[in-house]
């Protein structure tokens, strides 16, 4: 892709547009969706990707017989609530689901959600969101119709180890600055290192 527009700088907002191919403000999604215990949670006026009013890119390629994964956040609508079940990412077209209860967790030894059920993971983040990923495509490598979203979340991160050559020339804010990005790349780097061995086993 040479283009790329997004209609919002907020990450609830910017999802459903991307999922649905349509304006948030439409679905009444117009800032983050803060979840139970967040200050700003209001139980009785929730904002969530509502599936009998919306249809996601993922439903379209599951009605034609795509197997569809999702990993990490998903954050349109939480569904732990009692009666919210409905916002689950597997009522948007995703028959497999694994990562973020809500819009943000720990970078390391998070809280996540696999095979619909909350536990604490041991590592970094970034790390069990890319093995749970690797793992997805492992399963559907005799797929040829698959397709995978991954969402990695990584807005506080520890640390990686990076020469001090690259960073050293650098403001201490501006370095703080690039740990998303470089926590993001590797697990990125890693999907696309098993992607391409896929493609040369074919």
Same mark, same amino acid.
């Given at each position: ?22 304006? !948030? ?32 890119? !993922? ?73 749970? !990923? ?29 020469? !001090? ?38």
């Amino acid at each position: 892709m040479s283009q790329f527009f997004c209609t919002t700088p907020v990450c609830s907002p910017a999802r459903a547009a991307f999922m649905t191919g349509r304006y !948030a403000s439409q679905f009444g999604i117009t800032d983050f969706i803060p979840k139970p215990g967040h200050k700003l949670y209001d139980p009785d006026n929730q904002m969530a990707l509502d599936p009998d009013k919306s249809v996601t890119f !993922a439903e379209v390629l599951q009605q034609n017989g795509y197997q569809t994964g999702l990993v990490g956040k998903w954050h349109l609508g939480d569904w732990t609530a009692k009666g919210s079940e409905r916002f689950h990412p597997t009522h948007h077209g995703f028959d497999y689901f694994m990562g973020l209860t809500g819009g943000g967790t720990t970078p390391s030894n998070p809280e996540l959600e696999e095979k619909g059920e909350v536990r604490k993971f041991t590592g970094l983040t970034i790390d069990i969101l890319t093995d749970h !990923a690797l793992k997805f495509i492992e399963r559907q490598s005799s797929n040829s119709s698959s397709i995978l979203s991954m969402r990695d979340e990584t807005s506080s991160s520890i640390w990686w180890k990076t020469p !001090a050559r690259l960073t050293t020339c650098l403001p201490t804010a501006v370095r703080k600055s690039m740990l998303p990005l470089r926590n993001s790349l590797n697990g990125c780097s890693r999907l696309d290192r098993k992607l391409k061995t896929h493609r040369s086993r074919e």
